[in-house]
């Protein structure tokens, strides 16, 4: 309840609770340490506020920015690409806690996508100010940083393989069984876009660990010349190479967008993978 200039007691209707709600839920998540939790490997670790609070609040905001949400349950599938997606579009310096923030708005949703570009030059930032006993260990973090993310790339290509299967037999089926309008096919198209949507955000985490690291590489070889700058380029050269998934259907990394039969799925078009 609120009161009006006349006095009065008015009823506060929905979207000012909600407003509240998302007020109060910013201010928790900004005490809580603003990015998402991390474990092992830089897994994320379970938390109720990132995985159940900050997702519902953000669904709702999504749809009132009119993007496309869905209301399908998760396949494994699924649920495997969002998990092996977050490790590579996290911040690639936990010291970037700022650029934690931002993206754990992205994925709940509760901020809108960045459309803008971080500064490849904040990675190194970061790595210059850290305390070594030595000048080459910054050479060996920027070595292990690339191969922990070469490592992730394989898994993560065969599982986006997968869910471009899945997208392509969902969009049959709907094109078989359904009008267009039908609410299956809105949810339909919605999940395929919201797939779409992480692959491309990851595609687009990977170049700008690429152009990080070869900012560091550049940079470190001027400051602190090391023999090991050439590990560190081979490494860098190897990290693009996996990158762009070799022996995956180009399709599946670029995610065209979503059709059937000649039919708008909510404005998304994909040919149906042939097996």
């Known amino acids: 309840m609120t009161a009006g200039s006349d006095g009065r007691v008015r009823s506060m209707d929905g979207s000012c609770w909600f407003a509240k709600g998302v007020l109060a839920v910013a201010i928790a998540a900004s005490l809580a340490g603003c990015g998402r939790p991390e474990g092992d490997f830089g897994r994320a670790k379970p938390s109720v506020l990132h995985d159940d609070i900050l997702p519902a609040i953000g669904k709702r905001m999504a749809a009132k920015r009119g993007e496309a949400v869905g209301n399908f349950n998760l396949t494994d599938t699924e649920q495997e690409l969002q998990n092996r997606a977050w490790t590579l579009i996290r911040a690639p310096h936990q010291g970037m806690w700022w650029q934690s923030t931002l993206i754990e708005g992205e994925r ?89 949507n992480l692959i491309g955000w990851v595609s687009r985490s990977l170049q700008y660990r690429l152009d990080s690291y070869a900012f560091a590489i550049d940079h470190l070889a001027i400051e602190t010349p090391s023999d090991e ?37 909510d404005g998304f078009y994909r040919p149906v993978d042939q097996k």
């Open 108 to 196: 709940t949703r509760v901020l809108p996508p960045f459309s803008g570009a971080y500064a490849p030059g904040d990675y190194y930032r970061e790595l210059s100010s850290d305390r070594y006993a030595s000048s080459d260990t910054r050479w060996s973090r920027v070595i292990a940083d690339m191969a922990a993310d070469e490592a992730l790339l394989p898994p993560y290509c065969a599982t986006v393989v997968k869910v471009w299967r899945i997208d392509g037999e969902r969009i049959a089926a709907i094109g078989r069984e359904m009008p267009a309008d039908d609410e299956w096919a809105k949810n339909a198209g919605a999940r395929v876009a919201e797939n779409d």
């Open 229 to 265: 700058e050439g590990e560190a380029r081979r490494g860098w050269a190897a990290l693009r190479k996996a990158a762009l998934c070799p022996g995956v259907p180009a399709a599946a990394i670029r995610r065209p967008a979503p059709v059937r039969k000649g039919r708008a799925l």
